[in-house]
């Protein structure tokens, strides 16, 4: 099992940066794919970003192409999300998740952990 904690967001104006964190407890981080997602208030949940366990691959959801960067440091049991170019339609609790299987799925329920979330706004 793992826990995972994001951290990183908040207010941000139209055209800036953030990264979000997602740190995560248990030795066994290095095992687990990784995926960022997104909810918008009254929206449904959606993937953004996964990457698998040892970092050499990476897919994306086609609107977080380009401005989105997902990584991550297994030697710090984090991974990161790298977002440029922020639009006020970005607005949303980001969420962390973890998974054993790595393969092309943007459903949320794919995943088996996830964070409490980080919220980001951006103001235009």
């Known amino acids: 099992q793992v826990q995972l904690v994001e951290s990183g967001g908040g207010l941000v104006q139209a055209g800036g940066s953030l990264r979000l964190s997602c740190a995560a407890s248990g030795r066994t981080f290095s095992s687990y794919a990784m995926g960022w997602f997104r909810q918008a208030p009254g929206k449904e949940r959606e993937f953004v970003a996964a990457?698998?366990?040892?970092?050499?691959?990476?897919y994306y959801a086609d609107s977080s192409e380009g401005r989105f960067t997902i990584s991550r440091d297994n030697a710090k049991n984090t991974v990161y999300l790298q977002i440029n170019s922020l639009n006020p339609e970005d607005t949303a609790v980001y969420y962390c998740?973890?998974?054993?299987?790595?393969?092309?799925?943007?459903?949320?329920?794919?995943?088996?952990?996830w964070g409490q979330g980080t919220q980001v706004t951006v103001s235009s």
């Open positions: 998740a973890a998974r054993y299987y790595y393969g092309r799925d943007y459903s949320w329920d794919a995943y088996d952990y």
């Open positions: 990457i698998n366990w040892s970092g050499s691959s990476t």
